[in-house]
């Protein structure tokens, strides 16, 4: 798509350490000469991660890191009033941030189905791009976007990018 980009993205990463790291993105690594559009892909809002000297995910807390009985409290007694506030505060630290820097955002649900409203730079609000293949695939059957394991292949990724791709033009974001 004519663009250059540098993925930033973590597996099993939560919201919250997304808006974390991308204040630390603009504080020490951030060329402010350099024009760039940042986008980010939500996640599962019921993900936590913890720091202490580098990001533990939940999907990764384990003995050896000694998260086990952290991430199983968090999983065990959080609510989903908990789950969204983290969220709507990650997305609000995120925004924040660009809008601080005049830095043009893009977003929207990678996993989950967490609507925000508030936001115009939001692709497919309410939905995720886990529901979007899965339903373009229903629509039709001869579409195959996903690998095994629910993750998008490469069709599904290029089927979603192209859309949000439109969608950031329509909106001015690029």
């Known amino acids: 798509m004519d663009c250059e980009f540098d993925?930033?993205?973590?597996?099993?990463?939560?919201?919250?350490?997304?808006?974390?790291?991308?204040?630390?993105?603009?504080?020490?690594?951030?060329?402010?000469?350099?024009?760039?559009?940042?986008?980010?892909?939500?996640?599962?809002?019921?993900?936590?991660?913890w720091y202490s000297n580098h990001w533990t995910h939940n999907g990764f807390a384990g003995e050896q890191d000694g998260w086990f009985a952290s991430a199983k409290e968090w999983v065990t007694f959080s609510t989903d009033q908990s789950h969204k506030m983290f969220t709507q505060n990650a997305k609000l630290i995120a925004n924040s941030i660009c809008k601080a820097h005049d830095v043009p955002i893009l977003q929207f649900n990678a996993l989950g189905k967490h609507p925000t409203t508030q936001y115009d730079n939001y692709f497919i609000d309410g939905a995720s791009m886990d529901s979007m293949l899965k339903r373009a695939q229903t629509e039709d059957d001869s579409l195959d976007l996903f690998a095994s394991g629910r993750h998008p292949n490469e069709h599904g990724h290029l089927y979603f990018t192209k859309r949000l791709h439109l969608f950031a033009k329509e909106h001015i974001i690029l």
């Open 7 to 49: 993925n930033r993205a973590e597996p099993a990463n939560s919201n919250m350490a997304i808006a974390q790291q991308i204040a630390d993105y603009f504080i020490n690594l951030r060329d402010p000469n350099e024009p760039i559009v940042i986008c980010i892909g939500w996640t599962e809002r019921t993900r936590m991660s």
